[in-house]
């Protein structure tokens, strides 16, 4: 990827409010390779079903990593600024879509936290909760067509 496109299409790096992604094809089915302004990669295919060949990610699963990282990241940025000794987190999210429906929207998606450290539970119930009300733009967007529920365990280590 070329990083000077940028520049030429009056990209600006430094507002958080602008975003580009550049999609390309490599293969003559389905497999495409996502990559965004920093150079980062993610790559996509379509279901077998369609003629895909499962090389990456499908788009519907990229929503899902999306919030899962979205909100990852608040509950990790808040549970640091209250000084919590978090030794991992982890996030499963699992999504159900609406059956024989062109498009096929999410209806239910279910975000399950596990974190380890010397955690406060409060602390991290309160780091969830205002993560999924008040902070994830992803589940913010998705929340418009799906129930989002959420849960944690927290282990200690």
């Known amino acids: 990827m070329n990083p000077n496109i940028y520049k030429q299409t009056g990209f600006v790096e430094k507002d958080e409010n602008k975003m580009k992604v550049e999609i390309n094809r490599l293969n003559d089915a389905y497999h495409f390779e996502a990559i965004n302004e920093q150079g980062s990669k993610i ?3 379509a279901s077998p ?3 895909g060949q499962n090389l990456g990610f499908r788009p519907m699963q990229l929503l899902l ?3 899962g990282g979205c909100s990852s990241i608040d509950v990790v940025n808040i549970l640091k ?6 030794k991992d987190v982890r996030v499963t999210v699992d999504g159900e879509r609406e059956k024989d ?3 096929s929207l999410f209806t239910d ?3 399950h936290f596990h974190l380890s450290g010397k955690l406060d539970e409060e602390k991290v119930k309160k780091a969830i909760d205002l993560s999924v009300t008040k902070y994830c733009s992803v589940l913010k967007t998705l929340e418009k067509t ?3 529920t959420h849960s944690y365990t927290i282990t200690t280590g």
């Open 43 to 45: 790559q996509m295919d």
């Open 49 to 51: 079903e369609i003629g």
């Open 65 to 67: 990593a999306g919030l």
């Open 81 to 86: 600024k209250q000084k919590q000794d978090i």
């Open 101 to 103: 429906v062109i498009p």
């Open 109 to 111: 998606i279910h975000v």
């Open 146 to 148: 799906a129930r989002i």
